[in-house]
C-alpha cells in the first residue's frame, strides 16, 4: 500500500463518519480512529517486522507518529461557500516559502490579482527550491499555509476567485 492510497483511506473514513476502521495486509497493520468528541481523525501507521523462528522473543513493532486530519463541523458550510474559488493545491511534499529569499517580498498576498503561470509560492524539497505557478487567472482570497511550514502532497496553498 503506498502513500497515495493511505492518504485517500483516510480521506474516506473521515468523511464516512465511522468510529474506526482496521486494515491489517501481508506486514502492515494500519488503525484510523475518528473522535467525534473533538472532531479529529488519527491515524496510526503500524509496520511489523517480521518474526524470526528462532527467536522466542517478541518483536516489537516500528510505530510511527500519528497523522493528524481535522474534520471540521462547519465544513459544509465552508465548502459551500468557497465552491466558487479554485484552490491551488502542493504538488509535492516539502516546506513552503511564501518568499523566493529572506531579503526579497513575498510572492503574493491576499487580494492580489494573479495571472495564469505566474509564481506564488515556492516548495523546498531536498535542498530544491519548486516554484509553484497559478493554474488559473484571478484574486488571491486567501493563503491556507503559514511561511516556512511543512505540506504535505495534494494540500491546499491558496484559494483564487476566478472571477
Request: glycine fraction near 4%.
Amino acid at each position: 500500500m503506498d502513500l497515495k492510497e493511505i492518504q485517500n483511506l483516510i480521506k474516506f473514513v473521515a468523511n464516512s463518519g465511522v468510529a474506526e476502521v482496521k486494515l491489517e495486509m501481508d506486514d502492515v497493520k494500519i488503525t484510523i480512529r475518528t473522535t467525534l468528541e473533538t472532531n479529529v481523525t488519527e491515524a496510526t501507521y503500524v509496520q511489523q517486522l517480521p518474526a524470526q523462528a528462532a527467536l522466542p522473543q517478541a518483536v516489537v513493532p516500528q510505530q510511527t507518529a500519528p497523522v493528524v486530519v481535522n474534520v471540521s463541523a462547519e465544513a459544509p458550510a465552508a465548502a459551500v461557500e468557497d465552491s466558487k474559488f479554485i484552490t491551488i493545491k502542493s504538488p509535492i511534499i516539502g516546506t513552503f516559502y511564501r518568499k523566493p529569499s529572506p531579503d526579497k517580498p513575498v510572492f503574493t498576498e491576499v487580494g492580489s490579482t494573479v495571472a495564469k503561470g505566474d509564481v506564488l509560492c515556492v516548495i523546498e524539497a531536498m535542498k530544491l527550491f519548486n516554484e509553484i505557478e497559478s493554474e488559473v487567472s484571478g484574486k488571491i482570497v486567501k493563503i491556507l499555509v503559514d511561511d516556512m511550514s511543512p505540506v504535505e502532497f495534494d494540500q491546499p496553498l491558496f484559494l483564487v476567485d476566478p472571477s
